[in-house]
């Protein structure tokens, strides 16, 4: 098994995790009811997915 032979410096770690970081997710509004959506998912508010009903809303 593999063992560091030198302390990795707390700067050189950093310098490799700057990439690590969130991104935000993209929104968009659905184009049946408003809504802010979350792209390439159904809009949970009516139900439709790019025009068309793809889930059915319960009756309330």
């Not at 032979?5 to 050189?12: D, E, F, G």
């Not at 993209?26 to 793809?54: M, Q, W």
Request: charged residues 25%.
């Amino acid at each position: 098994m593999a063992h560091p032979k030198h302390k990795v410096s707390s700067t050189r770690r950093d310098k490799r995790r700057t990439h690590y970081k969130a991104t935000t997710p993209t929104v968009a509004t659905c184009s049946n009811c408003g809504s802010p959506v979350l792209y390439h998912r159904v809009c949970p508010e009516c139900g439709f997915y790019r025009g068309k009903l793809a889930i059915e809303q319960k009756a309330e």
